[in-house]
């Protein structure tokens, strides 16, 4: 069966320490793959998006990486703050035209 | 408008009313995403629908639940005889045929009493 896997557990860092998230796949062969992050309260907000022949996207202080033979993603937040603090989802879909589905989300705390 | 609009924002029911909820997406966007949360949880994907494909129904947990979409313009999200189970919060969200990144709205909050 299909699945999107990323860390149920709380990942507690020290501020400005770098964050890294991960985000496992099986039986997909993802066109592209999102991340999304989500405040207590609110609907989710899209940050990244890269595609299967990318290996690497960056913006501002994250990055993200996909390795499409080891079906994983990772998400890293460089010289975290504790504005960073929130729940970070990927996604993934096999095309453009296909539904986008969610991973469960990591829940992220950054201490001052 | 800017964003993705959700009415209302809070709902109320009693046990075994029907309750309708309203998504209006971003305009031009051909794609819409129903989706339920409960709290602390993941979403749960509920329906999609994509341009004037048929709707994506896989999610809908029972046959209380239902939705429309009038062309690629609002859609309505309707779940009848609710039960305290159906309480959470349900996001919509739209993206543009080609992207695919989704816009949320600010979701409605449902409790059933």
């Known amino acids: 069966s299909q699945k999107i896997e990323q860390n149920s557990e709380a990942l507690n860092i020290q501020e400005g320490k770098t964050a890294t998230l991960t985000c496992n796949y099986t039986?997909?062969?993802?066109?592209?793959l999102q991340w999304y992050r989500q405040d207590p309260g609110r609907g989710p907000v899209f940050l990244l998006l890269?595609?299967?022949?990318?290996k690497e996207k960056r913006k501002e202080r994250l990055k993200v990486t996909f390795d499409t033979t080891l079906k994983q993603s990772l998400f890293h937040i460089t010289a975290s703050q504790p504005a960073d603090s929130a729940t970070y989802l990927c996604?993934?879909?096999?095309?453009?035209?296909?539904?986008?589905?969610f991973g469960t989300g990591t829940r992220l705390l950054v201490s001052p | 408008g800017a964003g993705v609009s959700q009415s209302p924002s809070n709902k109320v029911t009693e046990k075994g009313k029907d309750v309708e909820l309203r998504c209006d997406p971003i305009s031009g966007h051909t794609a819409l995403y129903w989706y339920r949360q409960r709290l602390g949880q993941g979403l749960e994907f509920l329906i999609y629908f994509q341009g004037n494909s048929a709707p994506d129904k896989s999610g809908l947990p029972s046959d209380r639940f239902s939705a429309e979409r009038t062309g690629e313009s609002v859609s309505t999200l309707t779940i009848q005889r609710t039960q305290q189970e159906d309480s959470a919060v349900y996001l919509c969200?739209?993206?543009?045929?080609?992207?695919?990144?989704?816009?949320f709205g600010p979701g409605t909050r449902l409790t059933v009493l």
């Open positions: 890269i595609r299967e022949n990318e």
């Open positions: 039986n997909y062969s993802p066109a592209y």
């Open positions: 969200a739209s993206s543009s045929w080609d992207l695919n990144e989704q816009f």
């Open positions: 996604a993934l879909a096999n095309t453009g035209f296909q539904k986008l589905v």
